[in-house]
């Protein structure tokens, strides 16, 4: 095809909408009191980082999980685990697959969400023991603990009092411990243990790997979190505690995510009514809309232009400082930016300063593992991101484009030359000569 990355970058943006819509409106019924299995709330994860693979919300749920490497990012996903040969997951996921399993065979079964641990809890039917059978009297329901990601016996109660009591958590908590947590609170715990597989692992890989080993990526499952975490809160959590999470949640949408902007609007606007960040929200949104209604500043190649812009788009190359990967998306022929970041960046200091060709780049780069939540969420965004680069420091052109990089380029591209190694431009309305 002629416009193959094109095409394939658009229909992968547009599936990933179709399925990020289901998922919040799964969270969103979650959020306003209708009935949502456990296993189609944890699902809805899934469907931040599917893009093409098996795994839709209607996907019969079977399988079992083990206790390979506690904190891999995909160990937090339960369709993941159902369709992977090891059937790695959290002992949440684990759980989210006993109960569902268990209510198909009639069973009552709800998971348990203990400190540092999730435990399933088996309920015998009103009127009935554990085993079925009838009871004459008006005894409360019996119940069982069961730990379906180390065994297959049941957890005594007792065992798990004394862990408390281990904790230091008196006798009149327990018995909150100990029941059932509702769907919404196995959602957010689901996302905070998101955030914490991507603060410990970070999912560092070289850009050549193959799209295998690129599933789950860390900036849909933050994204992802997020959105649970926005639409669940805690009981008594503060709007203005969640509205920390909606500066990240536009830079995503405004750097990856376009098309959830009337996702945004019809789901995260209500929540912020009479309320300072409204007005805020709705200029960004405003501002996305307009976005690809203005008219383009149009750059010919004057003969001028040609002799000090050395590199033309689509030119795939290496930065000599910190060596990621990047293809020019857009050029100046000296540095347009404003006074204040050519001072924060240093530019007068660089061995050209200011008076060289400056680049607009869309890079990928592997951000550093130990990183604080706020930097991994700006660095999730960044890591798929367009930068500023001098003249000076693109070195390498003509490298690979790797397969990341192949992933996001057709926003700008229309396929990859394998010949002249660079990619042919889909902004000529820009950018007429290159």
Known sequence: SEKIVAHGYYSDAVLGAVHRTAAVHEWVKLKDGQP??????????????????????????TGVADDSN?????????????????HAALPLISVGIFCSVARRFGLIAEPCGFP?????????????TLDGRSLNDDSPSAMMYMDPFRSETEV????????????????????????????????????????????????????????????PESEGALYGALWALLLLPEEDEALFHRARYLPYILDHLEKQYAFDIALVTTHVLPLF??????????????????????????KPRTRDISNSVQFKIGQVFRHKRYNYRGVITGWDVECAAGETWMSQMGVDRLSRGRHQSFYHVLYVSSPS???????LIVASVEDKSVRYVAEENIVDVGIDAGVKLMSLAGRHFKRWERVSRTFISNIKDEYPND
């Open 156 to 215: 005594p109660r007792r065992s798990l009092e004394a862990q408390l009591r281990t904790m230091g958590v008196p006798s009149v908590g327990h018995h909150m411990l100990l029941g059932v947590s509702s769907t919404a609170q196995m959602v957010r715990r689901t996302a905070q243990n998101i955030i914490r597989s991507i603060q410990t692992t970070r999912n560092v890989h070289d850009l050549n790997v193959s799209t295998e080993m690129l599933y």
């Open 70 to 86: 506690y904190h891999n990012l995909q160990n937090n996903f339960i369709g993941l685990a159902l369709g992977s040969n090891g």
């Open 36 to 61: 949502v299995s456990l296993e189609r709330a944890l699902a809805a994860f899934d469907q931040f980082v599917l893009h093409d693979q098996e795994g839709d919300l209607d996907e019969q749920l």
């Open 116 to 128: 540092f641990h999730v435990y399933a809890i088996v309920i015998a039917h009103d009127g009935q």
């Open 369 to 375: 593992t130990h990183i604080t939540i706020c930097e």
């Open 273 to 298: 009514d009479d309320s300072p960040h409204l007005d805020q929200l709705r200029d960004a949104l405003r501002v996305m809309r307009a976005g690809d209604s203005m008219p383009k500043q149009v």
